[in-house]
């Protein structure tokens, strides 16, 4: 068989499309703060040093939420030194990344910042060499209408209404041995049940993140979850899964197949967090925060060790083709498809670390190959998820055997269909989809981001090298929609029915 095929059937729902799906993440960490998104003095900086151009392309992406501050930075951050007059902010070391950070960008910075963006902060706490008292004094400057020293401080810098941030990652990474005040399992989890307990206090609407772990290649992979889980289960509301998709590791298939691995990674921490609950005899179910995810060839990077004290340095500045967009765009197919659990995910990071946002100092910002998929998806992926039935060829992978070459998920909004579909194949794929139970259509359209090259990049020099463009061909008769799809793409095709 060389056609895939797709059932829908609008009476079969994953669940809603959380917004929150649409994460992204903006750590300390080489230039995604200085010169990323804050640069005072570029021709196009804002009078807080905020960079316009990469406000508008963060709009344009469909960011909804922003993790800050780390990342491993977090774990040695001081939040104070980021509060206040700007000129009275010491300049410290940051072991994670080994930079100088100058505190010129802080909280404040970065919440002027998010409104301009309209996106929603999910703040991580320093859990590394901090803990319970500087986390929920942090929760009281950020959370606490006034008539108390954190709060008051608050005001005290300007800030007069609460900025009643909801969403709190308890660390990062704190199986990681990189991490700077990392933990076991149980001292991890001790420390997230009473920092939880303590900040609810201070504001019973917030919603906690625990930390799951790093990678699922860690040893203590799932047994992590499990241990953590098992002292702070009723605390929180989410578990945090991160993955880093290698394009650099051999196995080409198998990178183009990413997603298989972050569908097994999903289940495997549910049924981790499901199994925790089942022991406790608690009916309350977890969701995951996938608080990092993206395409990184890690395999390549040399270590925290490797760098040099420096401030703002290009590290980690991927440069994505078109079969990262194909990889990224099924990255984002697997968490709409288990919107049911998946509540909260961050793409990492957002401004030139791994990133789909690229800039120069004093120069231009553009849009990296995976820029794309993520705007189509945030911009077009509403309503209810549907279950999507695929049929398709296989394809041979190294690392997951046979797996299909089509990955698709499909959103209803008001008659509105939104199919969101790569061929992780080198070949031209037909697609057929079954819309069993929708209305007539009323318009079809077919839009891809794909490139005779499959190595084709955006850059400085030729930065629209790789944009969507329309496809003719895409045909409805009756209840029977057909396209195909082209070599190693990422495909939205969309249609009215009503
Ligand atoms: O996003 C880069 C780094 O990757 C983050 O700081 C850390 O949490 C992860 O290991």
Not at 21 to 34: K, P, Q, T
Not at 46 to 62: F, S, T
Not at 72 to 100: C, H, K, M
Not at 472 to 491: K, Q
Request: net charge negative.
């Amino acid at each position: 068989m060389d056609s895939a095929k797709l059932t829908l059937d609008p009476a079969f729902e994953v669940g809603p499309v959380e917004r929150r799906l649409f994460g992204s993440f903006v750590e300390h960490m080489g230039r995604c703060v200085y010169t990323g998104v804050f640069e005072p003095g570029h021709p196009q900086a804002d009078e807080h040093g905020l960079r316009r151009d990469v406000i508008e392309l963060a709009r344009e992406m469909g960011v909804t939420a922003v993790r800050y501050p780390g990342g491993n930075f977090v774990s040695n951050y001081e939040w104070e030194d980021g509060v206040g007059p700007a000129a009275e902010r010491p300049t410290r070391l940051d072991l994670a990344w080994r930079q100088i950070e100058t505190n010129a960008f802080g909280l404040g910075e970065f919440m002027t910042w998010l409104r301009a963006v309209g996106a929603e902060p999910v703040m991580a706490v320093n859990l590394g060499t901090r803990g319970v008292r500087e986390a929920r004094d942090l929760l009281e400057y950020t959370n606490f209408p006034g008539g108390t020293r954190w709060s008051d401080l608050r005001i005290k810098h300007g800030v007069r209404e609460p900025y009643g941030i909801k969403v709190w990652c308890l660390g990062n990474e704190m199986d990681g041995p990189w991490q700077i005040g990392g933990k076991t399992a149980e001292e991890y989890g001790r420390l997230a049940f009473e920092t939880a307990k303590a900040m609810r206090r201070v504001d019973p609407t917030i919603e906690l993140v625990a930390c799951g772990s790093s990678n699922v290649r860690i040893p203590t992979y799932a047994s992590w979850e499990a241990t953590v889980l098992e002292h702070c289960y009723d605390q929180v509301d989410y578990i945090s899964a991160h993955n880093y998709y290698d394009a650099a590791s051999g196995d080409r298939a198998g990178y183009l197949a990413s997603a298989v691995e972050m569908e097994q990674q999903i289940e495997g921490v549910i049924a981790t967090a499901d199994h925790v609950a089942a022991k406790l005899g608690s009916r309350k179910r977890l969701k995951i925060s996938f608080d990092e995810w993206n395409v990184w060839s890690h395999s390549r990077f040399g270590g925290e060790d490797s760098l040099d004290w420096a401030h703002a340095p290009r590290i980690i500045e991927e440069d994505y083709d078109v079969a990262a967009a194909a990889v990224v765009g099924s990255l984002l197919i697997t968490l709409l498809n288990h919107a049911d659990r998946v509540g909260i995910a961050c793409q990492a990071q957002l401004a030139n670390v791994i990133a789909p946002i690229r800039t120069e100092p004093g120069g231009p910002a553009w849009r990296q190959t995976i820029f794309h998929p993520f705007a189509l998806t945030a911009g077009h992926a509403r309503g209810q998820v549907l279950r999507a039935q695929v049929t398709a060829p296989a394809m041979a992978t190294e690392r997951y055997g046979e797996v299909p070459v089509l990955v698709a998920a499909a959103t209803l909004d008001d008659g509105e269909l939104s199919v969101f579909a790569v061929n992780r194949g080198d070949r031209p794929l037909p697609i057929e989809i079954d819309l069993r139970g929708l209305p007539r259509a009323t318009g079809i359209s077919h839009v891809t981001v794909a490139d005779d090259d499959p190595g084709a990049r955006n850059t400085e020099r030729e930065p629209r090298r790789v944009e969507p463009r329309a496809l003719a061909g895409a045909a409805i008769d009756g209840d029977r929609l057909t396209a195909v799809l082209p070599p190693i793409s990422f495909n939205l095709l969309k249609g009215t029915f009503r």
